[in-house]
C-alpha cells in the first residue's frame, strides 16, 4: 500500500467502522467497545503517520495523539462502572480523562499554528473568539452554569465541559484565521470542528432533553477517524508557508468572517429573552467593549505594518540590490542635503577591465567582483558616504576639508589586491576623479570628468581642473564632428613603408589614417582616436580604413608587379577587438577586395589583449584566416613575454622607446639584442619602429634586425615610394 494513499484508505475504513457501529445494538457492550476500538486504532494511527513521515515538530502529532488516547481511557473507565460495578456515578474519574482530553488537543493545535505569525493574526483569533464565544456563553454555557445542581462539585464539572469547548472553539479560530495551512492542517481543522459540534450537541440534547445523546456518536467517531487521517496524510510533514495569502477570495472571506463575529454582540440583542437576563447584559456589554478594543488594536497594527512595508520600499528604492550600497538616487539626495553644510568633496571611481571580467567569466563572477570591491571600498574610506551609481561605476562622498589625495591613494592600494571571484584571481584596477564645488550636480560631474580623464592618460588617479573641461569640451565636439567627417570622406589613409635590410627593399607598408578637417586643417590621430575610441565610432572607421587599405594593396599590386609591397598592417582597436563577429567582417572585407588573407597583418597593442576574453578569441579566428597577428609596441606593456604564451603572434613590434639609443652603448642596446634573441628563439618576425637615422638602422641591423621602419626609410604618405632605399649615413 502506497503510503501517499494510506489516509484514503484510513477514512475508507473508518466510515465503514462507524457504518458497522450503528448497526450493532445500541448501548450494549460490544457496541461500546467497537466504539472504543475505533478511538484506541486512531490514537496508533496519528504515531504510525509520525513514524511514516517524519515531520520536523512530531510534539504537535503526540499531543495530539495522548488527547485521543485520554478520551478512550475516559470511555473504558465509565464503561468499568457501568459494566463491571453496575453504577452510573456523576461526577467520576472518567470525567477526569475526557475533561484532560481538550488541553491535550489544544496544547497540539497550538503548537502547529504558533510558528504562523503574521500581522493581526492573533488580534483576528482573539475577534473571533469573542463573538462566537459570546454565543457560546448565551446559548450553551450560561444554562449549564445556571442548572441548579447538588453539589458543588457537580456545577464544577458540569461547567468545565462547555468551558474545554469554548478552549478548542479559541483554537479553531485562530486555526482558521492562520494562512499557509497544509491539506493535513484542514483536516486537524475538521477534526476539531466535528468534536465541538458533536459536544455542542451533546450538551444541548442532554440539557434541554432525557436523552442520553447517542444520536451524536458518529460525529465524535468522525471526528477520531480525521484525527488520524490528518496525521496519516503525507502533508503533515510539510511545513506551512508562513504568510502565504491564499488568493482574493481566501482574503473576503476573511473579512466577511470578522465582520460577522464583530456583529455578533449587538445581533444578540434583537433575539427574544436574550436582553432580559443581567448576567446576559452584561457578557453583552463586556464582548462589545473587547472586540471595540480588539478592531483598534488591529488597525494600529495594519497602520504599522503599512508604515514599516513603506519604510522597506523605501530602503530598497534608496540601495543597490547587489551591493547593498547607496544608490545614485541616495547619494544625490545625500549631497544636495550635504551642499547645505559647506563645500562637497567628491570621488568618482570606475573599474578598469572590468567588462572582461563579465565578457569572459560571465556576470556571475562579475557580481561577486563587485560585491567584494564595494566592501573594499567602503573599508578603504572609514566616515565617508559610498554609492554604486550603476555598472562598475562607484562614488564618494568625503567629510571634512582637504583634497581627498589620501583617500584616492588608499583606494588605488586596496584595490591592487587580486580579487577571488569564481575560482579565479582577478585584478581589477581603478580610475579615479576628485572634485569640489558647492552645487551638487556640479561636483558629481567635475569627479566624472576627471576619473574618464585618469583613464584616458592611464594615471590613477586625477583631479579636477578647469582644463578638463575644456579638454571634455573638445573631445565632445570631436566627437560630433568624426561622424560627418566619415560620411563626408574627410578621413584619408596614409602608408609608412617596412624595410628589409639589407637589400632596402619595401616588403611591407603600415596603414595610418589622417584627418582632414575643413575648418582647422590637418587634425593629429593622438586627438581624435582617444576620442573615437570612448564614443564607439572606432569600429566604423576601422572598417573603413581595413576596406580602403586592402583595396590600395590590390591596386598596387596589380599596376606594380614585384615592386608592389608584399603585406599591408592595418592597426585595430580594442574595441573592433571585443565585437564578436569582428573576424568575420575581416573575412568579408578580404572576400570582396580580393587581397588573399596571407597579405594582411593586423596590428593589436598590448593593452587591447591584456584582459584576455574575446579580444583574444578574435585574433584567433583571424589566424585560422590565415591573417598574420602583429603585437605593437612591444616590451612597453603590462606583461609582454607572458602575452606570447597565449595570445597568436607572428610578429613583434619593438617600441620606439628602444630604438632611441641604440646605437648607445647600455641597456637599450642590449634590451633591443634581447628582444630579437627572443623573435629569432619563438620564431617570430622582429620589426624596429621608430628609426629615424642611419646610425640606428646599421646598428640594429648589427644586432640581427632584417625589419625596419621609421621616417629614416619614409614618412607616411598616400602614394610612397616603393623603390629601393640606398644606405647612406645621415651626415
Given amino acids: 500500500m502506497r503510503r501517499e494513499k494510506l489516509w484514503c484508505w484510513w477514512v475508507a475504513a473508518g466510515v465503514a467502522a462507524i457504518a458497522g457501529f450503528h448497526l450493532l445494538p445500541s448501548g450494549g457492550l460490544a457496541a461500546n467497545l467497537f466504539y472504543n476500538g475505533i478511538g484506541l486504532f486512531s490514537a496508533l494511527a496519528i504515531l504510525l503517520g509520525v513514524r511514516l513521515h517524519r515531520p520536523r515538530r512530531p510534539a504537535v502529532w503526540y499531543w495530539l495523539s495522548a488527547g485521543q488516547a485520554a478520551s478512550v481511557a475516559g470511555d473504558l473507565v465509565w464503561e468499568y462502572y457501568q459494566y463491571i460495578l453496575h453504577q452510573a456515578p456523576y461526577p467520576s474519574v472518567a470525567d477526569v480523562f475526557y475533561l484532560g482530553s481538550y488541553p491535550l488537543l489544544a496544547v497540539g493545535l497550538w503548537l502547529l499554528v504558533r510558528g504562523r505569525r503574521r500581522g493581526g493574526a492573533l488580534v483576528s483569533a482573539a475577534m473571533a473568539g469573542t463573538g462566537l464565544g459570546l454565543v457560546f456563553w448565551i446559548f ?151 472586540l471595540c478594543l480588539l478592531a483598534a488594536s488591529r488597525v494600529t497594527g495594519l497602520v504599522k505594518q503599512v508604515q514599516a512595508k513603506a519604510g522597506a520600499l523605501r530602503e530598497l528604492a534608496m540601495h543597490d540590490d547587489l551591493t ?11 549631497l544636495a542635503r550635504a551642499a547645505h553644510t559647506g563645500r562637497l568633496r567628491v570621488v568618482f571611481l570606475g573599474l578598469n577591465g572590468f567588462k572582461n571580467v563579465n565578457d569572459e567569466l560571465g556576470r556571475p563572477v562579475g557580481d561577486q567582483v563587485l560585491v567584494i570591491v564595494a566592501a573594499r571600498i567602503v573599508a578603504a574610506a572609514p566616515g565617508a558616504l559610498v554609492a554604486r551609481l550603476g555598472g562598475d561605476e562607484f562614488a564618494l562622498l568625503l567629510p571634512g576639508d582637504g583634497s581627498g589625495t589620501e583617500v584616492a591613494e588608499q583606494l588605488i592600494a586596496v584595490l591592487a589586491a587580486p580579487v577571488g571571484a ?11 576623479g576628485l572634485a569640489k564645488a558647492a552645487e551638487p550636480v556640479e561636483a558629481l560631474r567635475r569627479a566624472e570628468t576627471a576619473m574618464h580623464m ?46 628589409a635590410v639589407p637589400e632596402r627593399r619595401v616588403v611591407a607598408v603600415e596603414a595610418l589614417v589622417r584627418w582632414q578637417h575643413p575648418q582647422r586643417g590637418l587634425i593629429s590621430p593622438a586627438q581624435f582616436i582617444p576620442v573615437a575610441e570612448r564614443n564607439g565610432l572606432i569600429v566604423d572607421l576601422g572598417a573603413w580604413i581595413l576596406r580602403t587599405a586592402c583595396e590600395q594593396l590590390v591596386t598596387w599590386r596589380a599596376e606594380l608587379g614585384p615592386d608592389a609591397p608584399d603585406r599591408i598592417s592595418v592597426n585595430v582597436s580594442a574595441r573592433q577587438l571585443a565585437r564578436p563577429r569582428f573576424a568575420a567582417t575581416v573575412a568579408d572585407i578580404l572576400t570582396s577586395t580580393g587581397l588573399p588573407a596571407t597579405r594582411l597583418t593586423v596590428e593589436v597593442t598590448e593593452t587591447a589583449v591584456f584582459g584576455g576574453g574575446q579580444a583574444v578569441t578574435t585574433l584567433h579566428e583571424l589566424r585560422a584566416l590565415g591573417v598574420r597577428i602583429a603585437l605593437d609596441d612591444f616590451g612597453t606593456g603590462h606583461s609582454s613575454l607572458g602575452l ?11 617600441d620606439k622607446s628602444f630604438v632611441d639609443r641604440v646605437t648607445e652603448a647600455g641597456r637599450h642596446a642590449v ?19 621608430g628609426v629615424e637615422t642611419a646610425e640606428q638602422a646599421e646598428a640594429l641591423e648589427h644586432l640581427g634586425y632584417r625589419l625596419l621602419q621609421g621616417y629614416h626609410f619614409g614618412r607616411p604618405a598616400a602614394a610612397p615610394d616603393f623603390r629601393p632605399r640606398v644606405h647612406t649615413l645621415d651626415a
Fill in 140 to 290: 450553551v454555557l450560561h444554562p449549564i452554569a445556571a442548572e441548579a445542581s447538588t453539589s458543588r462539585l457537580t456545577w464544577l464539572i458540569s461547567t468545565a465541559y462547555p468551558a474545554v469547548d469554548a478552549l478548542l472553539l479559541v483554537m479553531l479560530v485562530r486555526l482558521a484565521t492562520s494562512r499557509g495551512g497544509t491539506t493535513s492542517t484542514w483536516i486537524l481543522g475538521a477534526a476539531a470542528m466535528l468534536l465541538l459540534v458533536s459536544d455542542v450537541g451533546y450538551s444541548i440534547i442532554t440539557l434541554n432533553s432525557d436523552d442520553d445523546g447517542n444520536q451524536v456518536s458518529a460525529g465524535f467517531l468522525l471526528a477520531y477517524v480525521m484525527w488520524a487521517a490528518a496525521a496519516l496524510h503525507p502533508s503533515m510533514a510539510a511545513e506551512a508557508a508562513p504568510g502565504r495569502s491564499g488568493g482574493a477570495r481566501h482574503d473576503l472571506a476573511h473579512r466577511v468572517f470578522l465582520t460577522a463575529c464583530t456583529l455578533l454582540p449587538p445581533v444578540m440583542l434583537f433575539i427574544p429573552d436574550v436582553g432580559d437576563n443581567g448576567v446576559d447584559r452584561v457578557a453583552i456589554g463586556a464582548g462589545s467593549a473587547m
Fill in 324 to 334: 547593498g550600497l547607496p544608490n545614485r538616487r541616495h547619494f544625490e539626495q545625500s
Fill in 422 to 432: 569564481g575560482g579565479h584571481e582577478l585584478l581589477v584596477g581603478a580610475s579615479i
Fill in 454 to 499: 585618469a583613464k584616458d592618460t592611464g594615471e590613477p588617479y586625477r583631479h579636477w581642473s578647469p582644463t578638463l573641461d575644456e579638454r571634455a569640451g573638445e573631445h565632445a565636439r570631436l566627437g560630433a564632428e568624426l561622424q560627418a567627417a566619415l560620411h563626408a570622406g574627410d578621413f584619408r589613409v596614409v602608408y609608412q613603408p617596412i624595410v
Fill in 644 to 654: 606570447l604564451h597565449t595570445v597568436p603572434v607572428d610578429v613583434l613590434k619593438v
Fill in 671 to 689: 634590451i633591443a639584442r634581447a628582444l630579437i634573441q627572443v623573435s629569432d628563439g619563438l620564431g617570430l618576425t622582429a620589426v624596429a619602429e
